[in-house]
C-alpha cells in the first residue's frame, strides 16, 4: 500500500519542461499502432478533381517547391474520360500520390479501365507514381523513357532525402511503351503528339483533339518560376513557339491554373529571356555565382512561387555553361 501511494505520488509529480519536451519528440517520432494512424492521416494528399473542360479533369499541385508539408504536390497531373476509358496524364511525385490519384480517378469515373498513361518528361514530380498503375500502358517517347532510366534512381533518393515518410515504397519506373507516332488512338479519341525539348532533352506534349486541350508539362509554367536543372533556352523558345502555334482551346502548365489564352506561355519566355539576359551580364561583368545569387528580382517576376529559390538554382544550373560560351578557353600556340 505503502509502495502503490508512493508510486501514484511519483507519476502525478508535474514534468519538467525538458522530460515534456523529450516525450512530445518521442509521441511525434512514434511508430506505435495509434501514432501510425495519426501519421497516416498527416500524409495524406486530399487530392481534388477540377474539370477544365469535358470530362478532363486536372489535379492542380501547389505553386511551390517540395517540402514536407506539401509531401511534394506541386504538380499538375490531368486524366480524361475518353469512349472506353480513362486517359492520364503525368502519375505525381511518388507511389503515395500515385495510389491517391487512382482512388481520385476511381471516385470521379467509377468502373473505367485505365487505357493509357502518359509521361511527359522524366522529372521526378511527374512520374514517379508510375508504379501505381499497370506499366504495359505507361507511354512516352524513347528519349523520356531513356531519361528516367538514367535519372530515375538519383531522383528517387533524392526525394527521399527532401520528403521521407512521404515517399515510402516508391520505385522509379519507366513507361515500356516508346512512341514516336504523330498521333494515336486511344479507346475510341484522337491525341495529338508533340516531341518537344528545351525543359529537358524531351518534352512531350499531348493535345486532346476532341477537346482541343493541350497538356504542356513543364515547358509552360504560369504563376509559377520555371525550373532549369536540364533546361536548353534555346530549345525551349523554339518549344514556346511551337506551343503558341498549336491550335488549341485550353492549356494546363505543368505548373499553374489551366490557362486558356496562352499566358503561361508568354510567361515563360519572358522569364527565361529575363533569366538569360541578368546571368549573361553576371558572367561578363565577372560576377562570382554567389555574387550572382543575391541579384534582385525583376519586378515583373516577384510574384511568382519560389522564384527566388528557382533563380538560386538556375544560377547553379546555368552559370557554369554562361562561363564557358561567353569566357571561351583561348589557346595559345607557343
Ligand atoms: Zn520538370
Redesign the pocket.
Known sequence: MASTSHHLRKSAAPFSQARRRALQWMVAGCGCAACGSINARLLDFDLSAVEIASKTWAVLGRTDYFDMSNGGNIVNVAFIEVPDGIVVIDTGPSKRYGDALRALIEKTVPGKPILRVYNT?H?P??FLGNQSFDANVIAAPQQVIENITIDGNGFADNMYRILGDWMRGTLPIAPTVALSSESEQVGGRKFSLFYLSG??SSDFVIRDDQTGVVFAG?LAFLYRAP?TPHAQIDAWRESLDTLAAIDKDLLLP?HGPSDPKDESLSQTRDYLDWLYGTLSDAVSRGLTMNEAMILPISPEFEGLGVVRTEFERSVVHLYPALEDALYPVIEISQ
Open positions: 518528361h522529372h514530380d511527374h525543359h529537358t513543364d525550373t505543368g
